[in-house]
């Protein structure tokens, strides 16, 4: 029952010395927001892309010329549905172009409209159908710098050699979208290839197989499957699974993290102003203070336990304000400002749902990480003074 | 009689501020408790929106024009992937997400498609 009393008296020790209580916490929250807003939104990325990979296709065929991703011919994905194991096979154009006065870059998707899922509950208005217009799906960013609307109409922005075509937008990706649609413009396949001008290429082809099959299938495409060009250059096919997928997505959010250690370096380099304000400048207070507890009565650990229960509860009012600032800045706000120092490719105003996703382990470390960093500061001090007689501390601290 | 009440207003004053502490790490748990619950909706349109691409879209860029690889590798291929080294750290490339150095004016990518 004594120590709980003393340990309130840790309280009563953050009341007394309010200025170094709000550095200590402000410092605190300086190392630690960024450090969970950029933690948060890889969690969130990291969810969004386990869907890209599980619910995506089996195995992506590309074609393969100077040892870069190139497009296939159209009739590959015959072939390819041709062979056995496979129980589907679509093939998707992917590319960039320029739209708008401004030259806005927009990512057009074409698949065929016979392929498409039902009707998607994020998405305002309706998806293409397969017919001779060039009907257009908007993503919400790509819509709201564009000023579209469900029903507008687009003039020719682009070249073909039969000719130009006003184009309808049909529908509009809705904010609840994932992050990629936000500039994209899903089209039929047949649109796409009269957007690029290229009427019998797909970029790849999305092959579905029977359970098991995977690593046999892709291959048997590699072995089998490579076209002649008209001038006899040779085309070859490169295969992506989803086990490989799965590892270069590992990968790819190592190098995140790598980059990531580099800024928490940044944040670190900030905390320890804490180390310094609880322990340097705050100094001759806690002296004069751990002289008088010693004076009174008080034995050491007394007064390091009073020390540590003040810096346990500075970090954890630290931490839980990060954490409280980024869920409402990043969930309520959306990352206004903020998520653009993220994702690049974002405006101020993202129009896109920021993926985010607060996980319980890099916010128990964070904690766990800004206590030490504070407790490192005042423990030592502390115990360096409560070992010295109480008369010569106060005298020496005036 | 004045120092007895001092105490009080001294002791209730440090249960206040205990309670108020306590109320914000139990708010932050809370907030990421709930948070799961929270994205399911917008875990299960993710899904929906995979089904519809067939797959697209693994990076954090939201378009080409930047880093095609950081859009989706899957459209590059994975020798393609442009990473520096930086002293002290992991690989890294400027035009990847959680960079708080934007890259320079007119400097293109590597892993630019065209």
Known sequence: ?398 | MTARLKQAVRRSTDDILLAAILGLCAAAALAVATDPAMTRAQQEAAGQFQRLMHGLGLGCHADLACCAWQFDPRLMGDEDAPLDFVAGSDIFNPWHSLSLFPPADGLTDIAQQD
């Open chain 1, 1 to 398: 029952m004594a120590w709980l009393e003393i340990a309130r008296t840790g309280v009563t020790s953050l009341r007394l010395h309010p200025w170094r209580s709000t550095a200590t916490v402000a410092c605190v929250l300086a190392a630690l927001g960024p450090y969970l807003a950029g933690i948060g939104i890889c969690g969130g990325l990291a969810v969004e892309a386990r869907h890209s990979i599980d619910d995506g296709a089996d195995l992506y065929v590309t074609g393969r010329q100077f040892g870069r991703s190139v497009p296939v011919p159209l009739e590959a994905a015959e072939e390819i549905a041709a062979l056995p194991g496979v129980t589907d096979a679509v093939p998707r154009i992917v590319g960039k172009m320029n739209i708008g006065q401004e030259r806005h870059s927009a990512v057009v998707v074409g698949l065929p409209a016979d392929r498409l899922q039902p009707m998607a509950p994020f998405l305002d208005g309706r998806l293409f159908s397969d017919n001779k217009a060039n009907e257009l799906v908007v993503g919400s960013a790509l819509a709201s710098r564009l000023k579209l609307k469900v029903g507008s109409f687009i003039p020719p922005f682009y070249q073909n050699r039969r000719g130009e075509h006003v184009s309808n937008v049909v529908g509009i990706f809705s904010f609840e979208a994932p992050l990629w649609q936000a500039n994209m413009l899903f089209v039929s396949f047949d649109t796409a290839a009269r957007l690029f001008d290229q009427p019998n290429r797909a970029t790849e082809v999305l092959v579905y197989c029977r359970a098991g099959t995977q690593e046999e299938l892709a291959r048997s495409i590699s072995r089998k499957l490579h076209w002649s060009e008209p001038d006899g250059s040779r085309l070859d096919v490169r295969v992506t699974g989803r086990a490989e997928l799965n590892s270069l997505w590992a990968s790819a959010a190592a190098h995140r993290d790598g980059v990531f250690h580099l800024h928490w370096m940044l944040a670190v380099s900030v905390a320890i102003l804490a180390v310094l304000v609880t322990s340097a400048f705050g100094s001759t207070q806690r002296r004069s203070e751990v002289g008088i507890l010693k004076a009174i009565g008080w034995r050491t650990d007394e007064i390091l336990l009073r020390s540590a229960v003040e810096s346990l509860l500075l970090s954890l009012t630290g931490a839980s304000l990060a954490v409280l600032l980024n869920w409402l800045w990043l969930r309520g706000l959306n990352g206004y400002g903020i998520a653009r120092l993220f994702l690049p490719s974002l405006g101020v105003d993202p129009q896109v749902r920021v993926p985010f996703r607060l996980f319980p382990v890099p916010i128990v470390l964070g904690v766990l990480l800004s206590w030490i960093v504070v407790t490192s500061g005042s423990l030592y001090a502390t115990w360096r003074t409560a070992m010295t007689p109480p008369g010569s501390v106060l005298r020496s601290s005036g």
